[in-house]
């Protein structure tokens, strides 16, 4: 038996609430269009070994688009996503087990995670199944939660609680095969000192207008940027990722042409393409690629990376990229669902991976250290994340050591669902010289400073003290 550590939790109580946010301008995931978007909040209680509690609390927001995609319509699939919230709640407060917020993480996700979501699926009777994808966003806020807690607990921040001295098992008990990992943790894995700040890279959303003759009347007029140059002016943008629809080779290369030449006129360095697994055939990204290094090898050089042209389910799409590798970085991203789809796409041939906490905390670190060990480049991702979500993610990017910066773009969709938490996080929530800026965050957890937003909350959607009483 394992000898227990004085900081050592167990969850004693869960919490779940559902945040409405609406976005001031749509947003297009591959086919489809979000304007409106529900953040799941979880609040975990924890116990430690010598009977101190704390609480921790994690944030995602369920972006039925991008990690639901089909021909359902939007509804269902949103109901079916906050039903599942809640079934994890309950499943995670009755959940008995005992160790490091990482350790606790990884054996829900491997002893609960697959079978809730086989019963729930079962019982679904809206003609589609929820994808694995869908099922870990929706344990990533109590995962999130379950490492603030725990952390909180033991007065530290999250990102110095990844080691020995506070874990029990090594990396190669959670990368089952990989014995290169013993004695491997994650913080052997983790940039330190981490920055405090990160050059912030802003989405060119597939309907955003571009130029004065994109606009179509109906823009918000409410005191923030609209067209892409006067975005790149106010935040003093460097970094640039332009959506891309995968099925138009002309309109794709058009877009990259246009914004590449704004770019350039006004002094930005990057860009990146995300075709959002729309692509079949690596020849589409390749023919795009190569028209660029010929015809506008300025722009082509900007390119920094490509991300997730094909689709996510690498195991029934096990397509050859090398050739689009050869060319330039290409980075997993839905199909990163954790490290082993990891260790598979870097056998086709992707080089780089696209981190997200919407996967978990746990499973982002484990993708992490096996990424990093094999010669994979990192980045990290945004999904629109506004709110208590925002730290989380920042702050992962901030200890992976990306290839450069972070992706956050939830200023230019909806800025306002943000407003509490920016007056204590100005840098946060608002880009300044190209940068966000990650000084203001708190000594312990993930250092939200809550108390200090005291953002009100509507009434939880689930809350249980679970059979495991605080006392």
């Keep these: 038996m394992t000898h227990l550590r004085n900081t050592d939790v167990r969850v004693v109580a869960v919490q779940l609430y559902f945040?409405?946010?609406?976005?001031?301008?749509?947003?297009?995931?591959?086919?489809?269009?979000?304007?409106s978007v529900t953040c799941a909040r979880a609040r975990i209680t924890v116990i430690d070994q010598l009977g101190n509690t704390a609480q921790g609390w994690g944030e995602t927001p369920l972006s039925v688009q991008w990690v639901w995609p089909g021909k359902l319509p939007y509804q269902p699939r949103h109901h079916a996503l906050k039903q599942f919230c809640i079934e994890l709640a309950r499943a995670w407060a009755s959940f008995d087990a005992t160790g490091h917020a990482m350790e606790v993480g990884h054996d829900f996700q491997q002893q609960m995670l697959p079978h809730l979501t086989r019963t729930f699926n079962a019982r679904l009777a809206i003609g589609d199944d929820m994808p694995y994808l869908a099922a870990l966003l929706c344990c990533s806020p109590f995962d999130i939660a379950l490492h603030d807690a725990y952390a909180n607990a033991a007065a530290k921040p999250v990102y110095q609680t990844y080691t020995p001295e506070f874990m029990t098992r090594d990396l190669a008990s959670f990368l089952?095969?990989?014995?290169?990992?013993?004695?491997?943790?994650?913080?052997?894995?983790?940039?330190?000192?981490?920055?405090?700040?990160?050059?912030?890279?802003?989405?060119?959303?597939?309907?955003?207008?571009?130029?004065?003759?994109?606009?179509?009347?109906?823009?918000?007029?409410?005191?923030?940027?609209?067209?892409?140059?006067?975005?790149?002016?106010?935040?003093?943008?460097?970094?640039?990722?332009?959506?891309?629809?995968?099925?138009?080779?002309?309109?794709?290369?058009?877009?990259?042409?246009?914004?590449?030449?704004?770019?350039?006129?006004?002094?930005?360095?990057?860009?990146?393409?995300?075709?959002?697994?729309?692509?079949?055939?690596?020849?589409?990204?390749?023919?795009?690629?190569?028209?660029?290094?010929?015809?506008?090898?300025?722009?082509?050089?900007?390119?920094?990376?490509?991300?997730?042209?094909?689709?996510?389910?690498?195991?029934?799409?096990r397509i050859d990229v090398h050739s689009v590798s050869a060319r330039k970085p290409l980075f997993m991203d839905e199909s990163a669902h954790d490290w082993h789809s990891v260790k598979l796409g870097r056998s086709l041939g992707w080089t780089g991976v696209a981190l997200k906490t919407c996967k978990t905390q746990t499973g982002a670190l484990l993708s992490l250290c096996y990424a990093k060990a094999n010669g994979m480049t990192l980045m990290v991702q945004d999904l629109t994340n506004p709110m208590l979500a925002q730290i989380p993610h920042v702050l992962l990017a901030a200890h992976a050591g990306t290839i450069m910066g972070v992706e956050t773009n939830a200023m230019q969709f909806y800025p306002d669902a943000s407003a509490l938490h920016a007056r204590v996080h100005p840098g946060l929530y608002h880009r300044a010289g190209g940068c966000v800026d990650l000084s203001t965050i708190g000594p312990t957890g993930f250092g939200y400073r809550i108390d200090e937003i005291a953002q009100p909350l509507p009434s939880p959607a689930f809350t249980s003290t679970g059979p495991h009483q605080a006392t």
């Design 176 to 317: 089952t095969g990989e014995t290169a990992f013993a004695q491997k943790w994650p913080n052997d894995f983790l940039v330190h000192p981490p920055p405090t700040k990160l050059p912030a890279w802003h989405l060119v959303g597939g309907l955003d207008p571009l130029e004065p003759t994109d606009l179509i009347g109906d823009e918000p007029d409410d005191g923030y940027p609209v067209l892409l140059p006067l975005w790149i002016r106010t935040d003093g943008l460097k970094c640039l990722k332009v959506k891309l629809r995968g099925n138009d080779p002309d309109w794709d290369y058009d877009r990259l042409l246009r914004v590449g030449n704004i770019a350039i006129q006004q002094q930005a360095d990057w860009l990146s393409t995300d075709f959002n697994c729309t692509v079949s055939n690596v020849q589409y990204v390749n023919n795009i690629l190569d028209r660029l290094r010929d015809h506008h090898p300025r722009i082509y050089a900007m390119i920094l990376y490509v991300e997730q042209p094909f689709p996510y389910d690498l195991q029934a799409h």
């Design 19 to 35: 945040l409405p946010v609406n976005t001031r301008v749509p947003l297009k995931f591959g086919h489809e269009t979000l304007t």
